[in-house]
């Protein structure tokens, strides 16, 4: 297969693109021929003073590409052909202070919405080789023969969910319900393609460390649970491109891919091929759910197990093997990461161990050899625990042991954390906040322990509730949340915001094996 675009952005090698910085008001300069006004809030917000520029030759003329967090850019010599960014949505997730006691990092009390905030401004004949007008978004790679095995495979993925995977009209939203549809009915995800795509990514998970390292910006993507509609927007939202190589940002998941969903197979397929193209911008952790005691519990889940839907989508025979692949890729999936030396990312929580005053968390965490499985008790606590909230603080000082740990309602071998527990991992661990998934919010994002423990939730509309999803900006000191807001959600304007409990049933009893 090869398809060839106007512009041949994947290869920035050689004399037709050189890479250079500009300071933002340089960049803002070049928007005088442009109807709208540039986006003050990338000055005002204290964004990075310099952005990636790609200067590209073509038909003897140069172009621009401009590239930083929150916008893309495309010039025409002093013109702007085409921008796509944010208007600034003044929103505050509470009504608390937001300044922490870190001078480097605190949330960041306003937000980005992402219905009625996204644009795109396109003007002359050259932005359409760059923009996709249906989407707003770059296209993919040329595929030839020259590639590497991996890429090609994972291109013809992004290339076939792009094109052939579309929004299904009259979606309402419902619990069960499927967003998108395969063009003509046909899922060009074969067992074939897909057994190829995870043979290339166990290749490129196995190179991670158990904790990997990330430098800011940073977007982080918390439970996806088979949601290819909100998945998808984000990829938009983020600027997600690692397919053109000019991302300026790293992008971390924190796991719970599959499960809950209607689309898993698709979400999963897509991450992983996100992660082979480029294997230094995208990484994924593992979640709760990325174990085969959990995905295939179709008890607990029925039809939408991870197993069901294997089955549903390959049918029986394939369908089990391919289940038991993906399962074997879950055990290469990192642990944690460590954003800036100072934010500590999992999915579900910390673990007594790691709250030792002798020994250092990371190298712990480090220690283990992948492929695991989740029964060490310390891999288990790091997929399962939560932070206690305000109800269960009682309950935690009452029962709780001397490390700040407590019993936890999803049952033996999980706990919750509190205060004592969380300073003591900090201070271990030299890290300054938490960053982690695996309880639903409302607003998506959900500040516990006076804000060192933030929540990000990403699919929207979970098992039939109306909260919304939502994704952080991790850069220059601030925690931004971007929201997608869940349709026929409204909150009053002096509303507080609640911290939900979690709206999941399951318990880790639930997925434990009885004695034979």
Sequence with gaps: MERKTSLQLHNFDGENCTLV??????????????????????????????????????????????????????????????????????KYLDDTPTMQTSKKYYFDKNCFEFNSNLINIQQGRYSKFIFNEEDN??????????????????????????????????????????????????????????????????????KDNNVVRIQPPCYVVGDLHGNYRDVSALCQLFRLLPATSICTCKYLFLGDYVDRGTHQIEVICLLLALKIIAPDTVYLLRGNHEGSRVNGSTQVYGRMSFLAQCYNTFQKKDGYSLWNQFNIIFQYLPFCGVIDNKL?????GIARELCSETLNALEIIDSFQRPCSCEDPLISELLWCDPADSSEVFMLNKKGDDVGFGPNKRGKGTYIFGADAIEKFLKNSGCRYIIRAHQSEEMGIGLRQKARVVTVFSSSHYCGLKNCAAGLLINNGLMTAIIISGKDYVREKKEPLSVWSNSESESISDFVLSPT
Aim: charged share 20%.
């Design 21 to 90: 910085n500009y300071a933002v008001t340089t960049i803002r300069g070049w928007f005088v021929e442009l109807a709208h006004p540039f986006p003050l809030c990338l000055i005002s917000r204290k964004e990075p003073v310099t952005c990636t520029v790609f200067k590209i030759y073509y038909n003897k003329e140069m172009f621009k590409l401009v590239c930083c967090p929150l916008f893309v850019g495309f010039f025409s010599r002093n013109i702007c052909l085409s921008i796509n960014t944010f208007l600034m949505f003044s």
């Design 344 to 348: 500590f990312c999992v999915h579900g």
């Design 137 to 206: 978004a770059i296209y993919p790679i040329e595929i030839t023969d020259t590639l590497d095995e991996s890429i090609k495979i994972a291109s013809y993925v992004l290339h076939s969910l792009r094109h052939n995977f579309r929004p299904r009209h009259g979606y309402k939203y419902g619990y069960g319900e499927e967003s998108h549809q395969w063009k003509n009915g046909t899922c060009l995800l074969t067992p074939m393609i897909v057994r190829r795509l995870l043979d290339a990514a166990k290749n490129v998970l196995q």
